[in-house]
């Protein structure tokens, strides 16, 4: 397990792969590790996809938020980063592009970083570096969802 910050209040999930909390009362914006789920908004460069729609519209589910993404009451996440670093350390060092925290994220003890993966929703991303947690558990998720074709690995989904 590395350092982890349990119990932090769900502000908004933006699309499959990025969600905002509040940690010391400040907002912050995750950027989930070792997920990369295909484009919702337009105005990058890359396309929207049926596959990134649906992502986000299901992680909007699983978070339990309406359709712009806000939370329907208190949820609760805890957030673990790829580290042993002390917390300081994680939240001061740990961002990646735009100032976003790297993380998993983890509700009701539930790995979403790996239930994303493993649900054909994105690729084991490791352009930036495999995961040193759970690379084993991502690279079976990642081959189970391969292997039986689910969303993004299914040619008929976009």
């Not at 590790?33 to 589910?61: F, Q, W, Y």
């Not at 189970?144 to 989904?157: G, K, V």
Request: proline share 3%; net charge negative.
């Amino acid at each position: 397990m590395g350092t982890r910050i349990d119990g932090l209040k769900l502000t908004k999930v933006v699309d499959g792969d990025t969600i905002k909390v509040e940690i010391e009362g400040q907002q912050e914006s995750l950027r989930l590790t070792c997920l990369d789920t295909e484009e919702s908004h337009a105005g990058g460069n890359k396309p929207v996809t049926n596959a990134g729609r649906e992502a986000s519209r299901r992680a909007k589910e699983y978070f339990n938020c309406d359709e712009e993404g806000l939370p329907r009451g208190n949820v609760r996440v805890d957030i673990e980063f790829d580290t042993f670093d002390p917390e300081h350390i994680c939240l001061d060092r740990h961002r990646g592009n735009y100032g976003r925290l790297l993380c998993y994220v983890h509700k009701d003890r539930e790995n979403y970083n790996v239930k994303t993966v493993r649900e054909g929703w994105s690729p084991y991303f490791v352009k930036y570096g495999r995961s040193r947690l759970y690379h084993e558990e991502l690279l079976t998720a990642e081959a189970e969802a391969q292997s039986t074709a689910r969303m993004i690995w299914d040619p008929q989904t976009n």
